[in-house]
């Protein structure tokens, strides 16, 4: 089983960018104007993949210390 605590940092961080992404589609009611667009185009575009980057790697190292906790395990237990 992949490192619980990296798991659960990963999905707190995509929990994290969908509730942004949430509250910033309610500012568009009342702030539509061009300073909006040039903050979303410049902060918030570029941040949602670079979260998934971030969770993927974050998965992918959850992984291999689960495999290096096994593999230490492994040679502990023999003589």
């Known amino acids: 089983m992949a490192n619980a605590r990296a ?3 990963s999905n707190q961080l ?3 960018i ?3 992404r949430d509250q910033w589609l309610i500012t568009e009611e009342t702030w539509s104007d061009s300073v909006r667009q ?3 185009d410049r902060y918030l575009s570029p941040l949602e993949p670079a979260v ?3 969770v ?3 998965q992918k190292l959850a ?3 689960d495999q290096v906790r096994r593999d230490c395990a492994d ?4 003589p």
Not at 75 to 78: A, D, L, P, V
């Open 56 to 58: 993927f790697g974050i």
């Open 75 to 78: 040679r502990s237990e023999t």
């Open 14 to 16: 995509k929990q994290s």
């Open 63 to 65: 992984e291999i210390l």
């Open 7 to 9: 798991l659960a940092g």
């Open 38 to 40: 040039r903050f979303e």
């Open 18 to 20: 969908r509730a942004l």
């Open 52 to 54: 998934d980057a971030a």
